[in-house]
C-alpha cells in the first residue's frame, strides 16, 4: 500500500489530540518514567536494546496504542517539529490509524509504457466502514498525488473539494479548561473566564456546570478515549 508519510489535515487533526489527552495521561507518564529510567530504554526505532527489554517496552507501549516511546512533556507543534530537525518518528509512532482507501500502484513508478498502457484508470479499494469524511480527505489526497504524471492522458478531472468538519471542535477548549483546573483555578474562576456569557445569561450554577462538562470530558479522552480519535 503505497501511502507512507502522507496525512490529510483530519488524520493530523486527529493525531494532535489523541496525543494532547494521552500526553495528561498520568498512567502513561508513569510508564514512560518506568520505560527510561528502569529498563533505560528511549527509543525503540533508532537504538538497539537486548530483546527482553525492548519485549517489555514494547508490551508496555501497546497498551497505549503506540509503536515507539513519546516523551509526555512534548506538545503536538513540538513532536512535529522534532520529526522535521532530528528526523525522529514521533508520528510514526502516533499514527495507528487504518486507511480508508488501499491502492497498490505509485504514480513514481510507472513508466512511459504503463502510462500508455493504462490511462486514465487507477485501482482503489474502499474500506466503506470508515467516516465519508475521511475517505473523501484520502480519495482528494490520492487524486492529487496522480493528477500530475497523468494530466497528459486524463481529459477530465474530478475538482470538486467535499466540504468537511471534524466533530472535536471542544477538544481545544477541554483541554485549556483541564489545564486551567489543574493550575489551580476555581470552579467560579473557570466560568467566569470560559462562559462569562453563560453567567450573565443562566446564571453561575450553570456556567460551572459547563466547566465541569469539560473537565469530565477531557478526562473521558485522557483516560482512554483519546483511541477513538480517528
Known amino acids: 500500500m503505497i501511502r507512507a508519510g502522507v496525512l490529510t489535515?483530519?488524520?493530523?487533526?486527529?493525531?494532535?489530540?489523541?496525543?494532547?489527552?494521552?500526553?495528561?495521561?498520568r498512567e502513561y507518564q508513569k510508564d514512560y518514567r518506568y520505560i527510561t529510567i528502569n529498563?533505560?530504554?528511549?527509543?525503540?526505532?533508532?537504538?538497539?536494546?537486548?530483546?527482553?527489554?525492548?519485549?517489555?517496552?514494547?508490551?508496555?507501549?501497546?497498551?497505549?496504542?503506540?509503536?515507539?516511546?513519546?516523551?509526555?512533556?512534548?506538545?503536538?507543534?513540538?513532536?512535529?517539529?522534532?520529526?522535521?530537525?532530528l528526523k525522529s518518528f514521533h508520528m510514526d509512532s502516533l499514527f495507528v490509524n487504518d486507511f480508508a482507501i488501499d491502492m497498490y500502484d505509485s504514480p513514481d513508478s510507472l513508466?512511459?509504457?504503463?502510462?500508455?498502457?493504462?490511462?486514465?484508470?487507477?485501482?482503489?479499494?474502499?474500506?466503506?466502514?470508515?467516516?465519508?469524511?475521511?475517505?473523501l480527505d484520502e480519495f482528494e489526497l490520492l487524486v492529487d498525488k496522480w493528477q500530475k504524471p497523468l494530466k497528459k492522458m486524463m481529459k477530465k478531472v474530478f475538482h470538486d473539494k467535499p466540504e468537511k468538519r471534524l466533530q472535536i471542535s471542544q477538544y481545544e477548549k477541554y483541554l485549556k479548561v483541564y489545564d486551567s483546573h489543574r493550575k489551580g483555578m476555581s470552579m467560579a474562576q473557570l466560568a467566569k473566564k470560559f462562559y462569562p456569557g453563560y453567567i450573565e445569561s443562566s446564571g453561575k450554577d450553570y456556567a460551572e456546570r459547563k466547566v465541569l462538562r469539560d473537565i469530565n470530558g477531557c478526562l473521558r479522552l485522557i483516560h482512554g478515549g483519546y483511541k477513538q480519535i480517528r
Not at 489535515?9 to 495521561?25: P, Q, S, V
Not at 497505549?64 to 512534548?74: H, T
Not at 512511459?112 to 466503506?128: A, T
Open 39 to 85: 529498563l533505560k530504554v528511549t527509543d525503540i526505532i533508532r537504538n538497539q536494546y537486548p530483546k527482553h527489554l525492548v519485549d517489555e517496552a514494547l508490551s508496555i507501549l501497546s497498551k497505549w496504542d503506540l509503536l515507539n516511546l513519546i516523551p509526555p512533556g512534548l506538545s503536538f507543534n513540538a513532536l512535529l517539529e522534532s520529526d522535521k530537525k
Open 9 to 25: 489535515k483530519r488524520e493530523k487533526l486527529c493525531l494532535k489530540y489523541r496525543w494532547e489527552f494521552l500526553r495528561r495521561n
Open 111 to 135: 513508466s512511459p509504457k504503463d502510462l500508455y498502457i493504462k490511462g486514465s484508470l487507477v485501482r482503489i479499494y474502499v474500506n466503506m466502514r470508515f467516516p465519508k469524511e475521511k475517505i
